[in-house]
């Protein structure tokens, strides 16, 4: 009986350790280094309540942060030429809707 108790107290252990590895890993996925260029190379613009612009913002994890984002709930002096959110603007260009992690990356040159 008590052999068994372990086992199972063991494979729970696992189970909780590898979920809370993996949630890590998805919300940490890109790198501070590659964020910080992504945000000195670009400008997001999102809004209080878009849901897309959150999504976008995920795909960063904690490192979101580093980017260069202006909310155009809060700053609609700075959102003249913005239609939709979220909108990049990286070299002049705009690059409306969620962008993925490379095409940034590229976009950027980082």
């Not at 189970?15 to 945000?39: D, P, Q, W, Y």
């Amino acid at each position: 009986m008590k052999k068994s108790l372990w086992i199972t107290i063991g494979i729970i252990i696992i189970v909780i350790l590898f979920a809370v590895i993996m949630r890590s890993s998805i919300h940490n996925g890109v790198s501070s280094e590659v964020t910080k260029c992504i945000g000195e190379n670009s400008i997001l613009y999102t809004q209080l309540g878009c849901h897309a612009c959150k999504n976008q913002e995920k795909l960063f994890g904690e490192n979101s942060q580093n980017l260069n984002i202006v909310d155009c709930f809060y700053e609609r002096e700075k959102c003249a030429e913005i239609q939709y959110t979220p909108t990049w603007i990286i070299n002049g260009e705009k690059y409306t809707g969620v962008q993925s992690v490379e095409k940034l990356k590229e976009l950027t040159g980082c």
